[in-house]
């Protein structure tokens, strides 16, 4: 990590990509790290939103900004906003607002006052990524038989498929910088809060009306952050609009054309279903149908896009999500895309509310990844109370249930408690 040197602002005042997406090796800053004084160096607001910063202009502004617990950020001339962390890959600051009639670009580059001493770390290579997988009959036996919550199951497709394909579609390897975050206790007015929800929610079923598209299949591309942020562009379009308006949008122009990602190694929900919805905007599926390939950006530039209103990471800012603010944010607001870490066992789920079994140790072919998923729905097993999340995943319909998981709910279950995010798509 390179803290204390250059690193890219994308966007208006916003993005801030320590190291960058584009690094083969991902940033990894914490809070602590990224938490001070900052220097901001501008260069002259008139790009377009797919602006080259690799190539920055003349620097013509520079600014200061405070960056404080939890989530404050103070400019120079004393003006108040917020900041969060987009998990450990940057963060993103809003402090004099943003007009969004106002669509110009600028690069910039920001430098932290105070220096920080720089981070070694290393990514594992212990894959054999070539190797087609092989069932192991003993695991899901030992998985069934250690626990009666859920289901284990033989998905013969799975032995087509090399250990890479796997790992893709588990998250993709980039999409390992996901693991480690946790979820913060609610205070006590969110605790009342949440207590007046509903006690139980499904958005495929409100009064017996369904607001959530189909599942898709990712195949083996590590797109999962793409369908789970399209997903939920798509489901809030049709709550705003009572069902009037279906769009599909397309994940392909994702992998394919956006900056803001590793296309088919992963990316960040934050990023797409709120950045980039916000600055390019989305397409419709047939604009860029999906191949679940990254190579090159095949977007029919005639295309309407359709654009983020607003987003944010439940509780504010990266850190401050727990299950009651996920409750309010999901009935209130649509379905929430998630991270969840993937183990070996989550890929054998038939059905059931899913823990992780921890059985995986013995027989574990595969690396621990993070998933993106999108998050319709919670409740409560009618016999034993145990309290689960309903969640859509984008391994098509014949996984899990109906390509729906139930994973259990108020423990921080596989982190999926942890970094929730909540769109508000303009129809
Ligand atoms: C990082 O690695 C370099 C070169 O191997 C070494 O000199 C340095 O002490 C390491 N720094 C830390 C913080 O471990
Ligand atoms: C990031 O850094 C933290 C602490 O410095 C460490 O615990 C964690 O394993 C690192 N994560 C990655 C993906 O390198
Ligand atoms: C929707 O929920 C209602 C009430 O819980 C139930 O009676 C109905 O069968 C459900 N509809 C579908 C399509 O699942
Ligand atoms: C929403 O759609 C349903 C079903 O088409 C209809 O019955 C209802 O009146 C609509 N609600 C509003 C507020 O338009």
Same mark, same amino acid.
């Given at each position: ?15 801030? @990509? ?62 108040? &906003? ?14 004099? &607002? *943003?007009? @969004?009639?106002? *669509? ?16 070694? /770390? ?110 939920? %562009? ?57 191949? &679940?390939?990254?190579?090159?950006? *095949? ?27 996920? +409750?309010?944010?999901?009935? *209130? ?6 991270? %969840? ?20 140790? +013995?027989?574990?072919?595969?690396? %621990? ?17 145990? +309290? ?7 391994? &098509? ?6 390509? /729906? ?23």
């Amino acid at each position: 990590m390179k803290i204390t040197t250059s690193m890219w602002l994308w966007a208006a005042f916003l993005v801030m @990509l320590v190291g960058g997406v584009h690094a083969d090796t991902p940033a990894n800053c914490t809070f602590d790290d990224v938490r001070g004084d900052w220097i901001i160096y501008e260069t002259e607001r008139t790009g377009h939103a797919n602006i080259d910063c690799d190539n920055m202009g003349p620097i013509v502004h520079k600014k200061t900004v405070k960056l404080m617990y939890p989530n404050v950020a103070v400019d120079e001339f004393g003006n108040h &906003g917020t900041w969060t962390m987009i998990y450990n890959q940057g963060f993103e600051i809003k402090v004099s &607002g *943003r007009d @969004l009639t106002i *669509r110009n670009w600028a690069c910039y580059r920001a430098q932290k006052k105070e220096s920080v001493a720089p981070k070694n /770390y290393t990514l594992q290579h212990t894959l054999q990524e070539h190797a087609l997988y092989k069932y192991n009959e003993a695991f899901i036996q030992s998985i069934n038989g250690a626990q009666n919550n859920w289901v284990a199951d033989v998905y013969p497709e799975y032995e087509l498929m090399t250990m890479m394909d796997h790992l893709r579609r588990a998250g993709g390897r980039a999409s390992k910088v996901v693991s480690g975050a946790i979820a913060t206790p609610a205070n006590i007015i969110t605790r009342l809060r949440s207590a007046r929800m509903p006690a139980t929610w499904d958005w495929r079923n409100v009064s017996g009306i369904s607001y959530v598209s189909s599942v898709r299949n990712q195949a083996s591309c590590g797109s999962c952050y793409a369908f789970a942020s399209m997903g939920g %562009l798509e489901a809030g379009v049709r709550i705003l609009t009572n069902n009037t308006q279906q769009p599909i949008f397309s994940p392909q122009d994702i992998v394919g054309c956006s900056h803001l990602s590793q296309g088919c190694d992963g990316g960040f929900p934050f990023l797409i279903a709120g950045r980039y919805a916000q600055d390019v905007g989305v397409v419709l599926e047939e604009c860029s149908p999906y191949e &679940g390939k990254d190579d090159v950006c *095949r977007t029919n530039p005639n295309c309407v896009r359709h654009y983020t209103a607003n987003y944010r990471y439940v509780g504010g800012y990266f850190g401050g999500c727990n299950e009651e603010e996920m +409750k309010i944010a999901l009935v *209130r607001g649509g379905p929430l895309v998630v991270g %969840l870490e993937v183990y070996d066992d989550f890929l054998h789920y038939r059905g059931g509310i899913y823990h992780h079994t921890g059985l995986n140790d +013995k027989f574990n072919p595969l690396e %621990l990844t993070n998933h993106a998923v999108l998050l319709v729905g919670y409740g409560a097993d009618e016999e034993t109370g145990e +309290k689960f999340w309903i969640v859509k995943n984008s391994w &098509g319909e014949n996984w899990g249930e109906d390509g /729906y998981f139930k994973i259990r709910r108020s423990t921080d279950e596989c982190a999926i408690e942890s970094m929730a995010v909540e769109v508000v798509p303009i129809p």
